[in-house]
């Protein structure tokens, strides 16, 4: 019994007792009385055994800043059986880009995210509300004092991601720029080439 | 050209757009007003049904495009073209919509790939954590401070809802019970009394089906308004704490909303 196998089941057990609260590296470390390092380490090992042991069910992921044990997504259907109705209620086109928005260009008014769409985004906006998705996070100077948007942790939660870093870039006005430089290159290539306007 | 769109399919008249500069192979740096614009317009009359909030700004955007076409009609005069870098024309009465439509793009693809990360994410499942407040100590418990808003109360109210969604028994059956806000009011004071006073959020929802969570929800932030009770959080998106304040109050407001 090495002492990283230890420490391997006593993060396990941890792990087990706060379900979807998760840990972070830094509270482990506090809690096993461990370096950090050593914790980073023996989380990695317990990662990529239990993610190579397919006779086990669950392991380790980093959601939202804090590690936690999860099913393993090949066993969604196994998992589903249990749920009577398993019907998940995901986000409407509309809300999906209010929060697109909100989660890029945060902190944001709700007029801001109205402009760039170019429609009423209240309700959206309060669905969002509701879900936890997204929240008050100031308000903006001047008159009317705007209320100001920004993601929550349960956005990175129901998402998956670990920090709001995680996001996927944004597309690249860039790329639309350069095929449209091509294009005109070819188009005047073209006219100057067989004399068709 | 008989080609049928439901409108609902769209999140808006920039959309509409895209879809329409996407199906005739326009490039958005060159977008030919005309067709455009008579395109759009009977996308429009094609609506059959449609909001009347909803359907203001399509036509916001109808006269909008109306006014980009005509402003190209119009002859650029001489006068106007004494800046050399307006030899050729002037400003193109396009560019701010050009503008908009791309900037517009990119969230809706940023959309796409946050519906991805949404179906990936529902294929894994995590626990509730195990209750351990019976092991915690009462110094613990009173570490709280007072700064609990709507948002925080409604991220709790959605971890909640989360956490009951997999607990459901394999099998229910269904009783409709008809009580008020303010009959769980008394409930849940009294659950309070019966902890001494204070409890966690969650020690609050012991009932399993969602009109009762919503009910006791709805409750609990009627207590909060008359000061019956306190609600405080340690910490950003840490467990509230619910905390009885006082016994008794005025049933004096009939505007409950009942269940």
Redesign the interface.
Known sequence: MTKTMMLQSRIEALL??????GLTIKQLSQLLGEPEELVVQAMEELRTTSEEDLARGITV?EIAGVY??????EL?DT?QR???NPT?Q??S??S??V???V??KQPITRVAIED?????CERPIQTL????LV??VGRSEGTGRAILYGT???FLN????NSIEEM?P??D?EL?ETE?ET?LFMTKFQETFSGVK | MSYEVKLEAFSGPLDLLLHLIHRLEIDIYDIPMAEITQQYIDHIHAMQVLELNEASEYLVMAATLLAIKSRMLLPIHEGELEDAELEVDGPDPREELVQRLIEYKKYKEAASSLQELETDRAQVFTRPPADLSELASDEQMALFDLNVNIFDMLGAFQKLMRRKKLKKPLRTTVARQERSVKDQMRSVVDTLRSTGGRASFFELFPYEDKPTLILTFLSLLELMKRQVVIVEQNGNFEELSVTLQKEEWDDDENNDATE
């Open positions: 087990f007792v706060v379900g979807d609260d992921k936690q044990l999860i099913t393993k997504s969604a998992i249990l749920v009577e998940v995901s986000l086109q509309a999906l880009e929060l697109a928005i989660a890029y760039l769409r170019g429609v009423k509300a509701s879900r936890g929240k008050e929550t942790k349960e129901y998402f998956g991601l996927p944004l597309p006005e639309v449209q294009d």
